[in-house]
C-alpha cells in the first residue's frame, strides 16, 4: 500500500563540505563536489546538503544539471537563502541544528574536504549510524566493534560516488558510539 | 536561472493537530483532517506534517490520494517511521525539535484540533511569521502590531483549505514576537 | 549519596515573557516580572529564563537583588549576551530551540505578560508536563484529560509566585499532547 | 555591577567521553575522566557533561568528592536522569542535540577517549570557537588558518587538566569552520 503513494523511494546521500572554501585546494575541492553530485544523480541518488554555498553549491548544481533531485536543508528561516541548484529547500529555523538533519535525513553521508563543520557532522553521521565516504577530507577511524558505520576514503570523485551510492542502498546500521 | 531547476515553486501548507485524537470529537477531527489535505493538494500546495499518525496521517492521506505530494519530518532516525501517505519521508533526529522544521519549511499552517503540543506550533509559527488558520483548534489572537501573521479560524475544511492555499501564497512575514 | 553531593535541590521556576514588551502595559509588565523574581527568589526557588531583555532581565533582577540564584540560557554563543542579573549564564548556540531548555529545565512555568514566542513556550511546557501560571498573558486551558498539567491564571505578583513556588515542589507531571 | 550579582564567573571545562566504555582501555578511560575532574575542580574550574554515565558519571564524580560545581545537561526531560555527582542538572528535552549544549556552554572542552559521539562534539566544540584537550581520543588537526580553536593532545590527566584550565580562562575564538 505503501508503495503505491510513495513509489520507489530514491536513495538518498547527504554531501557535505566546506560552505566557503579556500586555500590551493579550493578551486579542486568544488569541482569533485560537483562531479559527485552529477554521479550520484546519474546513479538513481538524491542529494542532500545543508543548501548554501561552497561545497553544498557544487554538489547541488552537479546533480541539478544532471538531472537528479536537490534537497537542502537551510540554517534560516527563509527557503529563498537556497542557492539556485536546490530543488527542494526546506527553511528549518535551526541554526547549526540543521546539520544533524542533513546527515539523519541521508542514507549515506560523503564528505568532499571540509573543516571542523564537516569533521562535526562525520561524527554525528556515525554517532546515527550513517555509513561515512570521505574525499580529500577528515582522516577518520571506524568504530571497532562489530556491526557499526564504515568510513571508507576514497581517491576520487567516481571512486567516492560510486561507494555512496552502494551505501546508500545498504542503509543506515545501528548508531555508534 | 534558479527557475530552470526549481520549476515552479509549490506552495507549502504545513498540517498539525494530534497525533492520536480521542474523545468525542476524534472521528470528525479526523474526516476534517483528510479533506483538508485533499483540498489543500487539488489547489496545488504540498503537505507538511510531523509523518506520524493521527491528524498527520489523516492529511497526508488525503493529499496523496488527490495526487499531491506530502512530506513529513520525523521525529527519530528512522524514514520507516513516516505513515504511509508521506511521499518524502525525512528522518530528523531532533525528536519534538522537529515540531519547528514542520512549521518553519512551511508558507503558511493550519491546525486541525489538537492538544498543547499544536498550541505550541501554533505560537512557533506566528514566532517564525508564518499565517495560521484553525479548524476546531486553539482560539489565538494575531498580535496587534502592524505586519504581523494572521490568525484565521475556520468554520469548515474548505474554508480552512482555502483560506491556507492563500495565506501561503501571500508567503510568511516578519516574525511576531 | 547522591544528597551528599547535590544538596537539597532548589525548585526551578521558568519565567517567561516579551523581550521587549512595548505599548501601554509595558511598564506594568516589567514591574511585575521584577516583583515575581523577587518573590521566588525569596521563596526559595531558582529563577530560569532566556537571559536577556525585558521580562527576562526584569524577573532576574528582582531574583538577584533577593539573594536568588538566577540562570540564564542564552540563543547565541557568548555567556557575555547575558544580562547583568544572571548569576548563571549558559550560551546554548541553539537559537529559537534555547526555548525548550528554558522550560523543560524548570518544574513549573511562570509567564508575565507576553506575545507569540510566549505563547509557544506555555505550549511547549504543557507539552512536556510542566504546570503553568500566567498573569497577564495568554489565556490558555488545560487539557480535559485526567493528570495533565494545569493552567492557572493569576491575579497579581503575589498569587502567581506562591502557585508557580507550589506547582514548581509538585514537580512535573505527564506529558500533554 | 554585574560583577555585584555574578561573583567571578569560574571557568568552565566541558569534558566529553563514551557514556559506556568498554573494551581492554575501559578502566583506565575512567580512571582518567574521574582524576581530570578533581583535577579541573581543584583548580577552579566548573565541570559541565552530559550527565550520564561513563565518562561523564566519572567527570563529575571527581570534581563533586574535590567540592566543585558540576553541570549535567542531559538528553531527557527528567533531571532524576542525572548521575549522583551532578550537582545542577538541566533536563533539556533535546535528545542527542544537547551535545551542542555541552560544548558551547564551555570555555574549552577537555575529551577522555570517546567514540563517534565524542568525535562529533570535538568538531563542534572547534567549530564554536572552544579550544579542545584530547586525552587518549581522536587526534584531531587544528586548522590552518589564524585565529581559530586549537587543539592539543595531552599525555596524561594532569597535564589535561592544566591545558584544559589554561584554555578556559583564555575563552573561545573565532569559530572554525
Known sequence: MADSFRGERQPTVGVIGDG??????????????EEVGSLLARGGASVVTGGLGGVMEAA????????????GFLPGDDPREANEYVRLPISTGLGVVRNLV????ADAVLAVGGRHGTLSEIGLALRMGRHVVTLGSWRVESDQRMGGPRVHRARDPREAA????????????RPSG
Chains 1, 2, 3, 4 share one sequence.
Request: proline share 7%.
Open 20 to 33: 566557503d572554501p579556500r586555500g590551493p585546494d579550493a578551486h579542486r575541492i568544488l569541482e569533485w563536489a
Open 60 to 71: 547541488s548544481r552537479g546533480a541539478a544539471v544532471a538531472g537528479g533531485m536537490t534537497i
Open 102 to 105: 542533513v546527515v539523519t535525513s
Open 162 to 173: 560510486h561507494l555512496a551510492l552502494r551505501l546508500a542502498k545498504e542503509g543506515p546500521v
